[in-house]
């Protein structure tokens, strides 16, 4: 290689092969391995849910880990096109795209607003549970930890109520797994009874229930099985690129061209001046 002062110099071939250091794959000619495991010895002895785990954290997940988090994963991957995500991969679909920019373009949206709940209820979650660490009752640590994220990070308690849904069928389904995992000593149940005290609390004085939904219950099961908070988004990435994919491919199949949010024909409010002419203008 030559140098800016015009001599030359061989470079160093393990600065090169350390560009790069990773410790989840292990790969040489004719050999896969993902944190030490044969690739061959894998396909037919795990599943998917194993394979996330494997990859994210370094070790195969016990039967009753795997299970929890398939059920967190199966749980999240669609909405409907009223969804944000999915309708974005629907309409860019008619725009031309292929299913990986219409992919890829939905999951750019799964930001704080839409995706983003489910790692900020763990955080929540694991907020409360060092106030219990503290020393602090259950109801007490629910109350503080309540008070102290809306006054530090919004008025909004991630993970509880919904838009559409009175009372989030996934919710209950998922938060029951969980309570079930703990009662055989798979998992402690801290987060789940968490999860119950904060729906308890919520509902306090209201017209109406603050059920947990989709978001708090998938955070019980991240938090339970010790998943970094923002894994939590990522994994749920991971699961609504499903839907994602599946919705992508049904508009591709039945066709149509720039199918924009609103419907052929429907125009939208405008609520800007009236009407007027240009002024005259001297460009001299």
């Known amino acids: 290689m030559t140098q800016s002062d015009g ?9 090169a092969q350390q560009w790069w250091r990773t410790g989840i794959i292990d790969m040489q000619p004719g050999e896969i391995r993902y944190r030490g495991y044969p690739i061959e010895e894998l396909i037919g002895q795990v599943n998917f849910a194993d394979m996330v785990w494997l990859m994210t954290r370094g070790e195969l997940p ?12 199966v749980s999240a991957v669609d909405h ?3 969804a944000p995500s999915i309708a974005i991969a629907r309409m860019a679909m008619t725009c031309g795209s292929n299913l990986n920019n219409a992919m890829s373009s939905a999951v750019n949206v799964l930001d704080d607003v839409h995706g983003g709940a489910g790692e900020q209820a763990v955080e929540l979650y694991r907020l409360i549970h060092a106030h219990q660490e503290a020393g602090s009752t259950l109801e007490d640590a629910v109350g503080d930890g309540i008070a102290e994220w809306q006054r530090t990070r919004s008025k909004h308690i991630p993970g509880f109520g919904h838009r559409f849904h009175p009372v989030d069928p996934r919710g209950p389904r998922l938060l029951g797994l969980v309570e079930e ?3 055989h000593g798979e998992v402690g149940g801290h987060f789940a009874a968490i999860a119950r005290e904060i729906e308890r609390q919520l509902g306090v004085e209201k017209p109406r229930p603050i059920p947990l939904n989709i978001d708090g219950a998938t955070a019980v099961i991240y938090a339970e099985l010790d998943f970094p908070a923002p894994l939590a988004r990522g994994l749920f990435c991971l699961s609504r690129s499903v839907g994602i ?3 992508a491919w049904e ?3 039945q066709g149509g061209r720039n199918k924009g949010p609103i419907p052929k024909g429907w125009l939208w409010p405008y ?14």
């Open 62 to 73: 016990s039967r009753a880990q795997s299970t929890l988090l398939e059920a967190a994963l």
């Open 7 to 15: 001599t030359s110099q061989e470079l160093d071939p393990r600065l």
């Open 271 to 284: 609520d800007g001046p009236a009407q007027r002419s240009v002024p005259e203008r001297d460009f001299r």
């Open 251 to 253: 508009q591709k199949c």
């Open 181 to 183: 995992a703990a009662e």
């Open 80 to 82: 409907g096109p009223q």
């Open 245 to 247: 994919l599946a919705h």
